[in-house]
């Protein structure tokens, strides 16, 4: 199962959000789902306040806009049709985002017990695995689904797999890592009360230290 985990360089020292008039704010990004301490983590990695959502279409012809009813609908779907956040800094012209987030269903999750590569991966002590990494994040936790159809991509499974894609050279702040992971909780949190799994999947609030 592969993994966007490793690293993330931090090529900036300037921490101090860029003064915008458009866009939104953090907390209105991926449908209102980060919290205070997540809409903080995402103004720092971007040095900015004022962010953009994509509102296109997918290769299945879905809006592309992210919702928590469409993540949920969609988790035991194949990868393109997936609902997921795309958050971009406003005035960025360079058509990658800041932040990628997509939520499926997993019949399984990596064993904590594997070697941490090289890289300066971290682990966190969240849901039944979690991971930060130069490309992103990766967070496992419980939360048992059953797949719509007998047809569906994925069947029945007790895991979703949030994963937060993110451009190194694109970070800011001084502790990239611990941003990251903080917003994909967030998230993660939101999406598994929408699933009703919260109780299963017991994500705190607050990310611990590793």
Known sequence: MALLVGACSNNSSNNEPEESSTGIAA???CDGTLDTSAAAALQRLAG???FDESTATNEAGNPTAFSLRNAIKNLHDEYRKRSACWVYKTGD?????????RFSA?????????KESSGGKARYPLGVYAQVGPSGADLFFQCTTKAPTKDAYVGDT???KAELF?????MRGDNVNKDRIVILNSISRRVAQEADCASEAGLPREVPSQ
């Not at 012209?93 to 987030?101: F, N, V, Y």
């Open 48 to 50: 900015t306040d004022q």
């Open 166 to 170: 993110s451009v190194a050279n694109k």
């Open 93 to 101: 012209d360079s058509g990658e985002p800041l932040l990628e987030i």
């Open 106 to 114: 997993s019949r399984s999750y990596p064993s904590a017990s594997e």
């Open 158 to 160: 007790k895991y979703v």
């Open 27 to 29: 907390s209105k990004v």
